[in-house]
């Protein structure tokens, strides 16, 4: 029988067009509670975004299935934005300038929904594969934007971003550092278990719960949270890490650990980071 403690998938999508909400009752019912809620990129949605009002559909799509989560009984937070990948699908049928103007004005639109109390935090980051020198620098124009977006809402700010070491993390600081947003707001989505690291600079891990990740993590405190990056992609099921994942990991490290750091991960870290309640 699971602890009745909170457990909380920092980073998951859902999508009505695959398992759904089929996924979510698989989290349930291996004792999950929480979850933040993150939009999928617009192709997912068969959109090809031609101007900024195009991500409307698929935020209002992401806050609708964060209410279909709810009647099932489980938290859901909507983190809202463009991911960097876009940058890569716009440049194929328009000017670089364009692309970068459209995605900046795609996390305008997500950030009003968190002024509206419709969305917990922004989602933005950087390409996760080799780009050229330009398109990197608007990448990270971009990602900056979106800090001085959180800085002005006081919300989270998820990233996607390469794979990071120190040195990386270390560049995502300073840019963050410099438009004033609060540190630990800004949320190294598929994070290592870098977690010394990341509190030395500020940053805030979402630990990928690869098997031996969160016993390292731990290893380093318990100032992280953790997540899966479950896709519910008709084509790569159970990709990242599949919906049960996070609860069944947690009820058997709290055999070894017992439920206290638990407690922190999931419910304290979350609550400081999105300013949310994770109450059961």
């Known amino acids: 029988m699971p602890a009745k403690i909170p457990i909380t998938d920092n980073h998951m999508h859902i999508d009505s067009r695959a398992r759904g909400l089929e996924a979510v009752k698989d989290f349930k019912n291996s004792g999950g509670t929480h979850i933040i809620l993150v939009t999928k990129p617009s192709w997912s949605f068969g959109i090809t975004v031609k101007e900024p009002e195009d991500y409307l559909k698929v935020f209002d799509e992401t806050i609708e299935i964060a209410s279909k989560i709810r009647e ?13 990948a876009e940058i890569s699908r716009l440049t194929e049928y328009m000017e670089l300038q364009k692309a970068t103007e459209i995605m900046k004005k795609g996390l305008e639109f997500a950030s009003e929904y968190v002024e509206k109390g419709l969305a917990v935090g922004i989602k933005s980051g ?5 780009v050229s020198a330009e398109v990197w620098a608007a990448s990270n124009e971009i990602m900056e934007y979106a800090f001085s977006l959180g800085k002005e809402q006081d919300c989270a700010v998820q ?19 410099k438009t004033g947003i609060k540190m630990y707001k800004v949320v190294k989505h598929y994070s290592p278990p870098l977690v010394k690291t990341c ?3 500020g940053l805030f891990p979402g630990v990928i719960s690869v098997k031996g990740a969160i016993e390292h993590a731990l290893e380093e405190g318990t100032r992280f949270m953790m997540e899966t990056d479950y896709i519910d992609d008709p084509d790569r099921p159970g990709a990242v890490l599949g919906p049960k994942t996070i609860p069944r990991r947690t009820i058997k490290l709290m055999e070894m650990y017992g439920e206290e750091p638990f407690w922190v991960i999931h419910k304290e870290n979350p609550e400081k980071v999105y300013e949310i309640e994770i109450e059961l």
Do not use: N, W
């Not at 099932?72 to 960097?84: D, E, I, K, T």
């Not at 950087?126 to 080799?130: A, Q």
């Open 72 to 84: 099932l009984g489980v938290g859901a937070f909507p983190v809202l934005g463009v991911h960097p």
């Open 126 to 130: 950087r390409p996760h594969y080799p």
């Open 159 to 177: 990233l996607h971003t390469e794979s990071v070491g120190e040195p990386e993390l270390q560049d995502i600081a300073k840019r963050a550092r």
């Open 199 to 201: 509190e030395e600079l």
